[in-house]
T-cell receptor
Framework: AQTVTQSQPEMSVQEAETVTLSCTYD???????LFWYKQPPSRQMILVIR??????QNATENRFSVNFQKAAKSFSLKISDSQLGDTAMYFC??????????FGSGTQLTVLP | GAGVSQTPSNKVTEKGKYVELRCDPI?????LYWYRQSLGQGPEFLIY????????DSGLPNDRFFAVRPEGSVSTLKIQRTERGDSAVYLC?????????????FGEGSRLTVL
């Protein structure tokens, strides 16, 4: 079974600064996908970024980028130029042969004005 | 609708009662997932439908939990003889991919409180 670990329950960052959220996972599969989801107080989970394990190039989406280290089973999320609207719970998730996603316990990010 | 719709948004019930939670996925999405999210935790997988059939129900905690998707669209999660430990937010998600590789689109969840 896959496990996803997020070791930072809470983080804060000043507006316009950069912050990195950590995620590690454990799997015996070779082909899989990794995701970062954002959950604001409205409860609706929104996809932030996706990484395919067979791609060496790190995924980027505007201010969001990942540092994917396959050998180390590490998948961190970097948010540049943080905005107040980035305040939310962030979940790292693993998707493999089992079809469903396995989520970490989340990191509560607060962007301070 | 344009997104995944879940009803009710909030449900308060008494221990021992029966509860139904409904999910209306994005039109055309063949894959549908139910997750349970306890306070301060990440979503935990309950069941996955591909079309009308439950392709994986390994996450259902016990036989009090049951879900159906009779026409391959709307799904209902049914909880019998509710217990206080069932209190959580129940999230539904749908996807156009059946391979676990695509984006899941989530609803806003149904918050269940068992008194």
């Amino acid at each position: 079974a896959q496990t996803v670990t997020q070791s930072q329950p809470e983080m804060s960052v000043q507006e316009a600064e950069t912050v990195t959220l950590s995620c590690t996972y454990d799997t015996s599969e070779n082909n899989y996908y990794l995701f970062w989801y954002k959950q604001p107080p409205s409860r609706q989970m929104i996809l932030v970024i996706r990484q395919e394990a067979y791609k060496q190039q790190n995924a980027t989406e505007n201010r969001f980028s990942v540092n994917f280290q396959k050998a180390a089973k590490s998948f961190s999320l970097k948010i540049s130029d943080s905005q107040l609207g980035d305040t939310a719970m962030y979940f790292c998730a693993f998707g493999g042969s089992a079809r469903q996603l396995t989520f970490g316990s989340g990191t509560q990010l607060t962007v301070l004005p | 609708g344009a997104g995944v719709s879940q009803t009710p948004s909030n449900k308060v019930t008494e221990k021992g009662k029966y509860v139904e939670l409904r999910c209306d996925p994005i039109s055309g999405h063949t894959a549908l997932y139910w997750y349970r999210q306890s306070l301060g935790q990440g979503p935990e997988f309950l069941i996955y439908f591909q079309g009308t059939g439950a392709a994986d129900d390994s996450g259902l905690p016990n036989d009090r939990f049951f879900a159906v998707r009779p026409e391959g669209s709307v799904s209902t999660l049914k909880i019998q003889r509710t217990e206080r430990g069932d209190s959580a937010v129940y999230l539904c998600a749908s996807s156009s991919s059946s391979m676990g590789t695509g984006e899941l689109f989530f609803g806003e969840g149904s918050r269940l409180t068992v008194l």
